[in-house]
């Protein structure tokens, strides 16, 4: 079946520690996205890629950095710059011939040690 | 003032209720209009999409979108437990880019 892998469910971040969260897709989508969801602030973009080898930062990328180095894959990961990690991290992934329908993974839920 | 407003809720109805979620947004520009549910802990997922104004209806659901008052809802109809989720709506301008401006979601729980 298509879709989007996340990986791992859970992760557990040391101070200082740098972290990397996985998103693969075979839906041959060209757009990829990474969210992050906090409980009251909705949905927030921090990076998206359109094309291999090209990445656009969202509204909250600092402390985060990505690449795109396959179609398939969009890794994630989070910095020791980033001060405040713990959150779910969404990765969604976009046909662009079909754009109004984003599809999710199922999520990697950080949390600080 | 939020280019998209979304109620939190919670919204606790019992099993059967007609359910009507609603965002307003202000930016005019807006023409896409999604609605996506998510279960807990889960990606959310693509319900219902609108391009412009009008209402389309899927099964149960149905999803209006009233422009000229910058208003959409959905409405549930003989809601079910298994619709006990957050339902989040999402908008889009026209442009090439086309980023997903989000409400905050609405939690709804249906109560057998």
């Known amino acids: 079946d298509g879709g989007i892998t996340q990986s791992p469910k859970y992760l557990f971040r040391k101070e200082g520690q740098n972290v990397t969260l996985s998103c693969e897709q075979n839906l041959n989508h060209d757009a990829m996205y990474w969210y992050r969801q906090d409980p009251g602030q909705g949905l927030r973009l921090i990076y998206y890629?359109?094309?291999?080898?090209?990445?656009q930062k969202g509204d909250i990328a600092e402390g985060y950095s990505v690449s795109r180095e396959k179609k398939e894959s969009f890794p994630l990961t989070v910095t020791s710059a980033q001060k405040n990690p713990t959150a779910f991290y969404l990765c969604?992934?976009?046909?662009?011939?079909?754009?109004?329908?984003?599809?999710f993974g199922s999520g990697t839920q950080l949390s600080v040690l | 003032q939020k280019e998209v407003e979304q109620d939190p809720g919670p919204l606790s109805v019992p099993e059967g209720a007609i359910v009507s979620l609603n965002c307003t947004y202000s930016?005019?520009?807006?023409?896409?209009f999604m609605w996506y549910r998510q279960y807990s802990r889960k990606g959310p997922e693509l319900l219902m999409y609108?391009?412009s104004s009008g209402n389309k209806e899927d099964g149960r659901f149905t999803a209006q979108v009233d422009k000229s008052s910058k208003y959409i809802s959905l409405f549930i109809r003989d809601s079910q437990p298994s619709d006990s989720a957050t339902y989040l709506c999402a908008m889009s301008d026209a442009g090439n880019n086309r980023k997903l401006i989000w409400g905050l979601g609405t939690s709804l729980a249906v109560n057998p």
């Open positions: 609108t391009y």
């Open positions: 890629s359109q094309i291999v080898n090209d990445f």
């Open positions: 969604a992934s976009l046909s662009l011939d079909r754009r109004e329908k984003l599809f």
């Open positions: 930016n005019s520009a807006f023409q896409y």
